[in-house]
């Protein structure tokens, strides 16, 4: 048992002369600490010691390939792995854990570098970076990103994505944001299968705990990479490249810019536009000023004037069908329309291969119609398909949209021979 003991010890000792620098504090202000010592300005930070401030605590610090690690009030963080290899940067590996409180990270020279073997832990989710700067709240139970510049890809823990891992969790149940999906966030909880995209006024980071008026703007490189905090007067290669030290007081500039007008998110509004058997239609076809606007038989979909919809680049996301319509139509005139049910629906988006899957089974009239559909996904979320093309995996059309209102949503028309003498056209609605 001593023997134990003293290996134990010795094992713990040489890991702890074993690690690496990972960066030094640049700024301080509050309660703040670095392991057991006060953080001070100049303060080296080693690999895997916990990092902490009190209710008016920040500690700001400068990795050592010039990124950023900011931790605001009421966090407790580590600095877990921040090897670099300038020879080999594919070698460069960084792991950050961010164990409760709200934080920003700004990659450095390397992580741009080796963004493959990024990895940025909360107690629920895995995140990884696109050349990143973002901003994640968490407490033992929920996490929220936020981006400012560049992407991340968001996973919950679960199955092959592990909290001891390394680099992204890329998957069927990873979820990508990135700065142009300007006023939206990711959110994963404990024993969610997928994060859930949100609009930002869902309890964001800068929300929970506001940044200090000095602390760096993000870098913007173009309109959409970023929006820009009148909060923020200096810029973060100030911090990280031109000055290797902060002020103790840093100075506070008063900036005023004009209000940005936000834009509310664009909503899908879908129904019939035509009396069928005596049932009233149940929307117009002029539709809300500046809406798009898909018509197919009776039925049309709008999709409201509002945020520009920006498909993620890579993820898949599942559907959940949550509202339909169909008639069943007969190329006999003496023969009324009959109305169907739809159930089974399934619905796919590949954001990665820029496509989708659905189906379900048509049910009425005496049969049970099973249809489905493949097809494409543009950037700005429109999805639809050809009919005629594949017919293995085609036997309706489909033409839709997806929207990022109400944590995600998608709706669209459909239309299909169902036999030689009867036909459907009908609508779908579908949430996440």
């Known amino acids: 048992m001593l023997r134990r003991f003293i290996f134990a010890c010795s094992f713990a000792l040489a890991a702890q002369a074993q690690a690496a620098e990972a960066g ?13 010592r006060a953080a001070a ?14 209710a008016d605590g920040y500690i700001y610090v400068k990795t050592i390939d010039n990124g950023l690690f900011i931790l605001r009030p009421n966090t407790r963080a580590r600095i877990v792995t921040y090897y670099v290899d300038n020879a080999n940067p594919a070698n460069t590996k960084v792991k950050l854990e961010l164990i409760s409180g709200v934080a920003r990270s700004k990659s450095g020279d390397a992580v741009k570098l080796a963004r493959q073997n ?6 629920v989710a895995a995140i990884g970076v696109r050349g990143t700067d973002f901003t994640v709240f968490t407490d033992q139970d929920t996490s929220r990103v936020a981006v400012l510049t560049g992407g991340v890809v968001v996973s919950s823990f679960g199955g092959a994505c592990r909290p001891e891992g390394a680099g992204p969790c890329e998957g069927a149940a990873s979820r990508e944001l990135f700065a142009a999906q300007r ?13 859930q995209l949100l609009p930002a006024s869902s309890g964001a980071p800068d929300q929970v705990t506001p940044p200090r008026s000095d602390e760096p703007v993000a870098k913007v490189g173009s309109p ?3 929006v820009i905090d009148a909060r923020k007067v200096d810029s973060v290669e100030k911090y990280v490249q031109h000055q290797p030290t902060l ?37 117009s076809l002029t539709g809300p000023n500046g809406a798009e606007r898909v018509i197919s038989g009776d039925y049309v979909l709008f999709r409201t004037a509002g945020k520009d919809y920006v498909a993620p680049e890579r993820g898949n996301v599942a559907f959940l069908l949550s509202g339909s319509e169909a008639y069943i139509l007969n190329d006999n005139p003496n023969k009324n329309p009959v109305l169907g049910q739809l159930q089974n629906g399934l619905l796919s988006v590949d954001f990665g291969k820029q496509s989708f899957a659905t189906s379900f089974d048509l049910i009425g009239d005496g049969s049970t119609f099973k249809l489905h ?28 949209m997806l929207s990022n209102a109400n944590g995600g949503s998608a709706a669209y028309l459909f239309r299909s021979r169902l036999d030689e003498s009867r036909s459907v ?6 949430t996440r």
């Open 118 to 123: 990024f990895r940025f832990n909360t107690p």
């Open 373 to 400: 559909a493949e097809g494409q996904v543009s950037p700005d979320g429109r999805f639809a398909n050809n009919l005629y093309e594949r017919p293995a995996s085609n036997n309706m059309q489909v033409d839709g």
């Open 183 to 195: 006023g939206q966030l990711l959110q994963v909880k404990r024993g969610q299968a997928a994060p």
């Open 24 to 36: 030094k504090v640049i700024f301080t202000a509050g309660a703040s600490h670095v392991a057991e």
């Open 224 to 226: 959409s990479d970023s």
């Open 41 to 54: 300005e100049g303060v080296p930070v080693q690999e895997g010691e916990l990092l902490s401030t009190g």
């Open 247 to 283: 002020p103790s007081t840093p100075p506070v500039v008063e900036v005023v810019t004009p209000p940005v007008a936000q834009l509310p998110e664009r909503e899908l509004q879908w129904g019939r536009w035509a009396d069928v058997m005596g049932r009233p239609a149940t929307i």
């Open 425 to 430: 056209s009908g609508f779908t609605s579908w």
